[in-house]
């Protein structure tokens, strides 16, 4: 079944300690994404992805690492997790630029 | 920089009528626009993708048409039904590059 998975789908944490939320596609996808949804601001980019070892900056990098050194893996890196971290978080991948997305189920991350 | 408005944020019809819903973006120069469906606590899947150089895309009973000088798009739903309540959101792209903006969405209630 062509997906997109994510791990873990809940994690609480606290302030300074470093996590990754995993993010992996199944479907040979060149573009991938990490996005926060937070209420009343919606679905915000925070990094993308074009190919192995290429990503960008989107809207909301602050504070966040990605790293891409296979083509099915885009890790999303809090070195120093804070408060205003808490979102719920998605990872998505296409197979061309514009392309349809395809997301995973989200990453809902409370940190204390 | 591009903001996408989603006007109502919620909308309540009875089961069985056609209805609209309503995207506008600011900067018209985009490489195409996309429709998703968001349920509670789950990730989001795409419904229409529409080219910039497209007017309309259909998909069963999902009709999505695009003006990209008036910055504006509108997802038709004929012949509501309960299972189509969620919240609906638009997305555009820039040409070039996979930088997404989201608009905050249309909760959408179906009523039996």
């Known amino acids: 079944e062509a997906q997109v998975t994510q791990n873990p789908r809940y994690l609480i944490t606290v302030t300074g300690k470093k996590l990754t939320v995993t993010c992996s596609q199944n479907?040979?996808?060149?573009?991938m994404s990490w996005y926060r949804q937070d209420p009343g601001l919606g679905l915000r980019q925070i990094y993308y992805?074009?190919?192995?070892?290429?990503?960008d900056k989107g809207d909301v990098p602050e504070g966040y690492k990605v790293s891409r050194k296979e083509k099915r893996n885009f890790p999303l890196i809090l070195e120093s997790p804070s408060p205003n971290q808490t979102s719920l978080y998605f990872c998505?991948?296409?197979?061309?630029?514009?392309?349809?997305?395809?997301f995973g189920p989200g990453t809902r991350l409370t940190v204390l | 920089k591009q903001e996408v408005t989603q006007i109502p944020a919620a909308l309540s019809v009875p089961e069985g009528e056609n209805l609209v819903l309503n995207c506008s973006f600011t900067?018209?120069?985009?490489?195409?626009l996309q429709w998703f469906r968001q349920d509670p606590g789950k990730g989001l899947t795409s419904l229409l993708l529409?080219?910039?150089?497209?007017r309309e895309q259909t998909s069963g009973r999902l009709n999505a048409s695009l003006d990209k000088s008036s910055g504006r798009s509108t997802l038709y739903i004929a012949a509501s039904q309960p299972g189509d309540s969620a919240t609906y959101l638009c997305?555009?792209?820039?040409?070039?590059?996979?930088?997404?903006?989201f608009g905050t969405g249309t909760r959408l209630t179906i009523i039996p």
């Open positions: 998505a991948s296409n197979n061309y630029l514009g392309g349809t997305q395809y």
């Open positions: 479907m040979n996808h060149e573009y």
């Open positions: 992805s074009m190919n192995v070892e290429v990503t």
């Open positions: 900067d018209s120069a985009i490489y195409n």
């Open positions: 529409i080219q910039s150089s497209q």
């Open positions: 997305a555009v792209i820039p040409g070039g590059n996979e930088k997404l903006t």
